[in-house]
């Protein structure tokens, strides 16, 4: 029987920017592959090339071959040379949600500058997708998205679908199972590479499989290969296939493709794609190059929470410096966030270069918030010296500061707010200081006048501040006689409490007691070391071996202070160093592994600080919390809302492309029972089993790509390329914190929220004692009345924060509802709302698991919103 259909042949490249090579590789390949697409596609009006659905790599190339730019940028307007929507294409799993809005806001921003930005959202490569992205591209007016992971006939049907967000916005999706070279990775898409023979071998065959997978009259199928120059010919292969098909071929594009499915009817699809069924998905990416992931949380955070909060404050009260270097920072990190970047499966190398944009963002980012607090502070209360502002970048209407410096001229002092109502500090350490040396230029030189002047230093915790959300608030260091209340340690104390826990070392297992429920954990927290003989793609332990488990621990500390108490512990485990030879067992030679672990008890709140001296390699580590019920499912947070995901009975893996192992992604919080979350920073990975929740810390793996692994049998993915900076030697820290009660979804994001970004003070410092790197520089800072300290006057319950988009001179405020239930939009918000690129929208309600942006650009200075 005959199954004729038309096939949409696609040319273009996928371009990763760094993977086993850096991105200037990448860069000086392109100056030769982009200049002969340009003449190519200039010299054949037919020939239309993709070039990768990202616009960083077309900028990356006009930057450094100005002189073809114009051309370039003609063939863009004619829609012959595709760029965009994204700016890179990110690893979704691993970065937050705001990373995902910048990476759409600058690619179509560079794509339209350059004249036009394709309306595809392209992940040809990326290693599934969480449930939102649907919502995310309709933000933007993207109705189309191209798919290749983590696709699952059995659960999704057909190729073609129509993708729904857990808000209900739809997408029609599109999957290519069996990637994105025609039949073979070697032969791309170049003409040069081919026999007819070929299309008998793998051509054809590939499309008969793929026509058993789709339910339309057309088929997609993009040729070309990673990293490839364009094949000038690409009309001349396409007629040849042509002549030989049974099938009708064209040249065509992913837009004119998409056209095709405008009048059908799609199954429906709810969900992620994360199934590694025709294609890897490396499920347990998330816990490679634990270093990069941090840098990048710490990256994100600094963004998101600070410099972008403080720059919209900034703008609205008059100042508008910074919106450049932003965007740099913003490209920096989104070039950090490609999927090979992010995942980790990188080189040694390029691994570096990650680390390095991500610390680059983050300095721009504590730049622009050291600049600006300190023109708005220069304006408020001039003739107060010691005083400070805190930034509040989250949703919750009091935030914590934590071991920030504050100077005080004595030893002994209070802090109040504007109406000196006192604030909670907690002194760590205190140190007198003597003031900077002054510099006086004479006739003979330079003479340093030393100044017996002395000040203090305090590292301090500010609790329970209240600073509106994405707001600021000014505060006084006062004079007191009372003296300072420093955290005692108490040598004979075994055991920490407040009202609501009571945490205990006995037997040296931690034992944790929830004062109104009379539950009991024990041991709280154990430790699970494991084999992983793995690659920088995916875990793969011993087979047989089960692990190694922890939970004795020494007690270091007991410190109390009123308002918060700590617990220090340590721990000295004795690993494997590594992996045999023979890669059967592990090593016979033991290392110690040194941990200490603070946790601290704050209100409902018990916060922990883990540190581990990592001096073994091959290895994986989690952190086992004793839920104390057996856990059935895990609710894990996804943008905007929550996915719930159980342990799949798997019992034959062999129809899979890796084994779908139970390793599952998460972004701040998890919560295995309605009153047990547990929230973390810059760790991506969970599982669960009987009554432990169990948190990847870290996997010290020293190759990128490895044959034939337990859980990933056949060819390595990515190169064979050994890394040994991917062990992780050295000092590793984690941040998480456990809370226990039942909240509403958007009284823990915010408690997430809270967690994670603690607030930030700056202090004006007339004695220039420079506590941050820009403080001495000398900036001419214009007089201001400063009529606006937050960028809306009332956050309703029910609604969270996402973040400030202030990039092309606008203030985009994103805000969504975590729960599944609708919110009625504020009358005096509807004037303002947009969609994610500040054009005006209507909206009256937000569906549960929605998102809304509000564009304050235009506000009269006077009035808040
Ligand atoms: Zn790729």
Request: charge should be negative; include cysteine; aromatic fraction near 8%.
């Given at each position: 029987?005959?199954?004729?259909?038309?096939?949409?042949?696609?040319?273009h490249?996928?371009?990763?920017?760094e993977?086993?090579?850096?991105?200037?590789?990448t860069q000086?390949?392109?100056?030769?592959?982009?200049?002969?697409?340009?003449?190519?596609?200039e010299n054949?009006?037919?020939?239309?090339?993709?070039?990768?659905g990202?616009?960083?790599?077309?900028d990356?190339?006009?930057?450094?071959?100005?002189?073809m730019?114009e051309?370039?940028?003609?063939l863009?307007?004619q829609?012959?040379?595709l760029?965009?929507?994204?700016y890179?294409?990110?690893?979704?799993?691993?970065?937050?949600?705001?990373?995902?809005?910048?990476?759409?806001?600058?690619?179509?921003h560079?794509?339209r500058?350059?004249g036009?930005?394709m309306?595809?959202?392209?992940?040809?490569?990326?290693f599934?997708?969480?449930?939102?992205?649907?919502?995310?591209?309709?933000?933007?007016?993207?109705r189309?998205?191209?798919?290749?992971?983590?696709?699952?006939?059995?659960?999704?049907?057909?190729?073609?679908?129509?993708?729904?967000?857990l808000?209900?916005?739809?997408?029609?999706t599109?999957?290519?199972?069996?990637?994105?070279?025609?039949a073979?990775?070697?032969?791309?898409?170049?003409?040069?590479?081919?026999?007819?023979?070929?299309?008998?071998?793998?051509?054809f065959?590939?499309?008969?499989?793929?026509?058993?997978?789709?339910?339309?009259?057309?088929?997609?199928?993009?040729?070309?290969?990673?990293q490839?120059?364009c094949?000038?010919?690409f009309?001349?292969?396409?007629?040849?296939?042509?002549?030989?098909?049974?099938?009708?071929w064209e040249?065509?594009s992913?837009?004119?493709?998409?056209?095709?499915?405008?009048?059908q009817?799609?199954?429906?699809?709810r969900?992620?794609?994360?199934?590694?069924r025709?294609?890897?998905v490396?499920?347990?990416?998330?816990?490679s190059?634990y270093?990069?992931?941090?840098?990048?949380?710490?990256?994100?955070?600094?963004?998101?929470?600070?410099?972008?909060?403080?720059?919209?404050?900034?703008?609205?009260?008059?100042?508008?410096?910074?919106?450049?270097?932003?965007?740099q920072?913003?490209?920096?990190?989104?070039?950090?966030?490609?999927?090979d970047?992010?995942?980790?499966?990188n080189?040694?190398?390029t691994?570096?270069?990650?680390?390095?944009?991500?610390?680059?963002?983050?300095?721009?980012?504590?730049?622009i918030?050291?600049?600006?607090?300190r023109?708005?502070l220069?304006?408020?209360?001039?003739?107060t010296?010691?005083?400070?502002?805190v930034?509040?970048?989250?949703s919750?209407?009091?935030?914590?500061?934590?071991?920030?410096?504050l100077?005080?001229?004595?030893?002994?002092?209070?802090?109040?707010?504007?109406?000196?109502?006192p604030?909670?500090?907690?002194?760590?350490r205190q140190r007198?200081?003597?003031?900077?040396?002054?510099?006086?230029?004479?006739?003979d030189g330079?003479?340093?006048?030393?100044?017996q002047?002395w000040?203090y230093?305090?590292?301090?915790d500010?609790?329970n501040?209240?600073?509106?959300?994405?707001?600021?608030a000014?505060?006084?260091?006062?004079?007191?006689?009372r003296?300072?209340?420093?955290?005692l340690?108490?040598?004979?104390?075994?055991?920490?409490e407040?009202?609501?826990?009571?945490?205990?070392?006995?037997?040296n297992?931690?034992?944790?007691?929830?004062?109104?429920t009379?539950?009991r954990?024990t041991?709280?927290?154990q430790?699970?070391?494991?084999?992983?003989?793995?690659?920088?793609y995916?875990?793969?332990?011993?087979?047989?071996?089960?692990?190694?488990?922890?939970s004795?621990?020494?007690?270091?500390?007991?410190?109390?202070?009123p308002?918060q108490?700590?617990?220090?512990?340590?721990?000295?485990?004795?690993l494997?160093?590594g992996?045999?030879?023979?890669?059967?067992?592990?090593?016979?030679?033991l290392?110690?592994?040194?941990?200490?672990?603070?946790?601290?008890?704050?209100?409902?709140?018990l916060?922990?600080?883990?540190?581990?001296?990592?001096?073994?390699?091959e290895?994986?580590m989690?952190?086992l919390?004793?839920?104390?019920?057996t856990?059935?499912?895990?609710?894990?947070d996804?943008p905007?809302?929550?996915?719930?995901?159980t342990?799949q009975?798997?019992?034959?893996?062999?129809?899979y492309?890796e084994?779908?192992?139970?390793?599952e992604p998460?972004m701040?919080?998890?919560?295995?029972?309605?009153?047990?979350?547990?929230?973390?920073r810059g760790?991506?990975?969970?599982?669960?089993?009987?009554?432990?929740?169990r948190?990847t810390?870290?996997?010290?793996?020293?190759?990128?790509?490895?044959?034939?692994?337990?859980?990933r049998?056949?060819?390595?993915?990515?190169?064979?390329?050994?890394?040994?900076?991917g062990?992780?030697p050295g000092?590793?820290?984690?941040?998480?914190?456990?809370c226990?009660?039942t909240?509403?979804p958007?009284?823990?994001?915010?408690r997430e929220q809270?967690?994670s970004?603690?607030?930030?003070?700056?202090?004006?410092?007339?004695?220039r004692?420079?506590l941050?790197?820009?403080?001495?520089?000398d900036?001419?800072?214009?007089?201001?009345?400063?009529?606006?300290?937050?960028?809306?006057?009332?956050?309703?319950?029910?609604?969270?924060?996402?973040?400030v988009?202030?990039?092309?001179?606008?203030?985009?405020v994103r805000?969504y509802?975590?729960?599944?239930?609708?919110?009625?939009?504020?009358?005096?918000?509807?004037?303002?709302?947009?969609n994610?690129?500040?054009?005006?929208?209507?909206?009256?309600?937000?569906?549960?698991?929605?998102?809304?942006?509000l564009?304050?650009?235009?506000?009269?200075?006077?009035?808040?919103?």
């Amino acid at each position: 029987m005959n199954d004729v259909r038309t096939i949409h042949a696609v040319s273009h490249t996928h371009w990763d920017r760094e993977w086993y090579f850096s991105t200037l590789d990448t860069q000086l390949f392109a100056l030769k592959a982009f200049s002969e697409l340009i003449e190519a596609l200039e010299n054949n009006p037919r020939f239309v090339f993709h070039l990768d659905g990202q616009s960083s790599i077309f900028d990356d190339f006009i930057r450094l071959k100005p002189k073809m730019a114009e051309r370039a940028r003609r063939l863009v307007q004619q829609k012959r040379l595709l760029i965009g929507p994204w700016y890179t294409q990110p690893d979704l799993f691993n970065i937050a949600t705001e990373s995902m809005f910048r990476n759409l806001r600058i690619g179509i921003h560079h794509a339209r500058e350059a004249g036009y930005c394709m309306s595809v959202l392209y992940l040809p490569d990326t290693f599934g997708s969480h449930a939102q992205l649907p919502q995310i591209a309709r933000a933007f007016g993207l109705r189309h998205i191209l798919l290749r992971r983590g696709y699952d006939p059995q659960l999704m049907g057909p190729t073609e679908l129509c993708w729904e967000a857990l808000n209900g916005d739809c997408a029609t999706t599109v999957i290519t199972p069996f990637g994105y070279s025609l039949a073979h990775p070697e032969r791309g898409g170049r003409w040069r590479n081919f026999r007819p023979a070929h299309f008998d071998e793998e051509t054809f065959p590939l499309i008969t499989r793929m026509k058993a997978l789709s339910a339309s009259p057309d088929l997609l199928c993009p040729i070309g290969g990673d990293q490839v120059s364009c094949d000038a010919d690409f009309d001349r292969l396409i007629a040849a296939v042509n002549a030989l098909s049974e099938d009708r071929w064209e040249v065509s594009s992913y837009e004119r493709y998409f056209a095709t499915l405008a009048s059908q009817t799609l199954p429906r699809w709810r969900g992620e794609f994360r199934t590694p069924r025709l294609s890897r998905v490396h499920k347990s990416i998330g816990s490679s190059r634990y270093d990069i992931k941090k840098a990048n949380a710490d990256a994100e955070r600094c963004l998101t929470r600070l410099a972008e909060p403080m720059l919209a404050l900034a703008r609205r009260n008059g100042f508008s410096e910074g919106e450049e270097m932003l965007e740099q920072a913003w490209r920096w990190l989104l070039e950090s966030h490609a999927h090979d970047s992010m995942g980790g499966c990188n080189s040694d190398e390029t691994n570096r270069d990650v680390l390095h944009r991500c610390r680059q963002a983050q300095q721009i980012g504590e730049a622009i918030f050291s600049l600006h607090a300190r023109q708005l502070l220069a304006n408020l209360e001039i003739q107060t010296p010691y005083r400070f502002l805190v930034l509040n970048g989250t949703s919750s209407p009091a935030i914590d500061v934590r071991q920030q410096t504050l100077i005080t001229p004595t030893a002994q002092f209070a802090l109040i707010g504007e109406n000196g109502e006192p604030i909670r500090v907690v002194v760590h350490r205190q140190r007198q200081v003597q003031l900077p040396r002054h510099v006086l230029l004479t006739p003979d030189g330079e003479v340093e006048t030393e100044q017996q002047c002395w000040y203090y230093e305090n590292i301090v915790d500010l609790l329970n501040v209240p600073v509106p959300p994405l707001g600021f608030a000014l505060f006084y260091v006062a004079p007191s006689q009372r003296p300072m209340l420093f955290p005692l340690s108490c040598p004979e104390a075994l055991a920490i409490e407040n009202a609501h826990y009571h945490l205990s070392l006995r037997d040296n297992q931690l034992q944790l007691l929830e004062k109104n429920t009379g539950r009991r954990l024990t041991p709280l927290l154990q430790l699970r070391d494991i084999s992983d003989d793995g690659d920088l793609y995916d875990f793969s332990p011993l087979p047989g071996d089960s692990g190694l488990l922890f939970s004795h621990f020494t007690l270091s500390e007991v410190q109390q202070h009123p308002w918060q108490q700590s617990l220090r512990l340590h721990a000295a485990l004795r690993l494997p160093e590594g992996i045999n030879d023979d890669r059967r067992a592990r090593s016979d030679r033991l290392r110690v592994v040194n941990v200490t672990l603070t946790l601290t008890l704050e209100d409902d709140m018990l916060h922990g600080e883990l540190t581990i001296e990592n001096t073994v390699r091959e290895h994986r580590m989690q952190l086992l919390f004793n839920t104390g019920q057996t856990i059935a499912a895990v609710c894990a947070d996804v943008p905007f809302g929550t996915l719930t995901r159980t342990n799949q009975q798997i019992a034959d893996s062999t129809d899979y492309a890796e084994r779908p192992v139970d390793s599952e992604p998460f972004m701040h919080r998890l919560s295995p029972h309605a009153d047990f979350h547990v929230f973390a920073r810059g760790l991506k990975e969970y599982a669960y089993q009987g009554q432990q929740l169990r948190l990847t810390l870290f996997r010290g793996v020293g190759q990128l790509g490895k044959d034939d692994l337990l859980y990933r049998p056949g060819r390595a993915s990515g190169q064979r390329q050994a890394t040994p900076e991917g062990h992780l030697p050295g000092e590793l820290s984690f941040h998480f914190a456990l809370c226990l009660g039942t909240h509403s979804p958007a009284q823990l994001a915010v408690r997430e929220q809270r967690f994670s970004a603690p607030g930030r003070l700056w202090q004006w410092q007339h004695d220039r004692t420079g506590l941050q790197r820009l403080d001495n520089f000398d900036v001419f800072i214009p007089e201001r009345d400063i009529a606006h300290r937050q960028l809306l006057s009332h956050l309703p319950q029910g609604w969270v924060i996402s973040g400030v988009d202030v990039l092309y001179g606008k203030t985009l405020v994103r805000l969504y509802n975590p729960s599944s239930e609708a919110l009625t939009i504020p009358e005096d918000w509807r004037g303002y709302v947009c969609n994610a690129l500040g054009e005006k929208i209507e909206k009256a309600v937000l569906r549960g698991n929605d998102h809304l942006t509000l564009d304050l650009s235009q506000l009269a200075h006077d009035r808040p919103v």
